[in-house]
């Protein structure tokens, strides 16, 4: 069932004037402020923008601990996550009244294990690689009792990412373009499904660092393809594609654009400097994608002319600059 409380109702517009800077790679851009502070910007190349902001991660939580039944949610929720979808399910699981416990890599940022604290998620270290994560969580599972809800890979959470694309498109109903950033597939595949079934001809591209480019890799293959080890600056985008994500994004989704770490850290800059929004680097990739050349390039670039870009999180760990900024 799915818990769409937060959509309109708490819904807030705010328009910011088109700045000079976007005006040089000719395009526009505006945000779009969804109920729940889902970073939404839209650029439009005719010249018209729109644009939003959250933490995207908390609809597919919030619907997946909302789906349990009162026997299955006494015993609490375990996830592993390097951060984002681990606070939205400690945040849903204390809306809830339940405990959540959350596997975390060791190489997570500190802002994002500090918000999981804060919502009251008990915190339990990992390695960092993919099997490190599912062994700690499988073992925390077994003396829990919990239910495990997947980052990614689960129906549930799937629906609930969704809900962007049916609130977005409720918005901006003239979008022909959708760029949203891909780790796992969750948000995209939910995003794609939805949007999809509104506007069958929108077409759906992902966004993925190179250090981390697993989904174009596979989409080349044509099967599910994963990677020894990751690199990038985006650290929300390091996990690969599972099996109910895998065919979505294999059929619905048109192409991956893949962009360098310096391309999304220019991204990144642009939406503090320009729109005054604090965007992470797995935030900020979609705007690095439509700003690339490989995009403006693409064969599919020209019928691109109202695209909705996803900047799809906040959590940036700031400590290092906050200490530059103070007097010795
Ligand atoms: C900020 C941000 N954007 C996008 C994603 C991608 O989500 P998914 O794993 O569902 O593809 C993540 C995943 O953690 C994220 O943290």
């Not at 939404?40 to 039944?69: H, I, M, P, Q, W």
């Not at 990412?161 to 109903?173: A, K, M, P, R, Y």
């Not at 950033?181 to 999809?196: C, D, E, F």
């Not at 991204?267 to 503090?272: E, I, V």
Request: charge should be negative; aromatic fraction near 6%; charged fraction near 20%.
């Amino acid at each position: 069932m799915l818990n769409l409380q937060f959509t309109t109702s708490l819904r807030k517009d705010r328009n910011l004037a088109p700045d000079e800077l976007f005006l040089q790679y000719g395009l526009r851009l505006e945000l779009v402020l969804l109920a729940d502070s889902t970073i939404l910007a839209l650029t439009l190349k005719d010249g018209t923008t729109e644009s939003g902001k959250g933490a995207f991660k908390f609809r597919g939580a919030c619907n997946a601990v909302y789906s349990l039944d009162d026997e299955q949610a006494a015993k609490g929720v375990v996830t592993h996550s390097s951060g984002n979808h681990a606070a939205a399910l400690a945040l849903a699981a204390k809306l809830r009244g339940i405990s959540s416990y959350i596997v975390i890599p060791k190489n997570a940022p500190k802002c994002k294990v500090e918000n999981v604290l804060r919502y009251g998620g008990q915190v339990i270290w990992s390695e960092n690689t993919m099997q490190a994560r599912e062994d700690t969580a499988s073992r925390v599972l077994e003396e829990t009792g919990a239910v495990l809800l997947h980052p990614f890979n689960d129906g549930r959470i799937i629906s609930g990412q969704g809900t962007i694309s049916l609130e977005l498109l409720e918005q901006v109903t003239h979008l022909d373009t959708l760029v949203v950033p891909i780790s796992g597939g969750g948000l995209i595949s939910g995003m794609a499904i939805a949007a999809k079934s509104i506007n069958p001809s929108l077409k759906i591209f992902a966004a993925e660092p190179s250090g981390a480019n697993d989904s174009a890799l596979s989409k080349a293959a044509g099967q599910i393809v994963t990677l020894p080890s990751t690199d990038t600056v985006a650290d929300g985008l390091r996990a690969f594609l599972g099996d109910l994500t895998w065919p979505v994004v294999r059929d619905l989704v048109d192409d991956v654009i893949v962009v360098e770490d310096n391309e999304i850290i220019d991204a990144m800059k642009l939406c503090y400097e320009i729109l005054k929004v604090a965007v992470e680097p797995s935030g900020a990739i979609g705007l690095a994608a439509v700003l690339s050349d490989r995009f403006q390039k693409h064969p599919a670039w020209k019928d691109c002319n109202h695209i909705g870009i996803i900047l799809s999180g906040g959590n940036v760990d700031l400590g290092v600059l906050w200490d530059s900024l103070r007097k010795p």
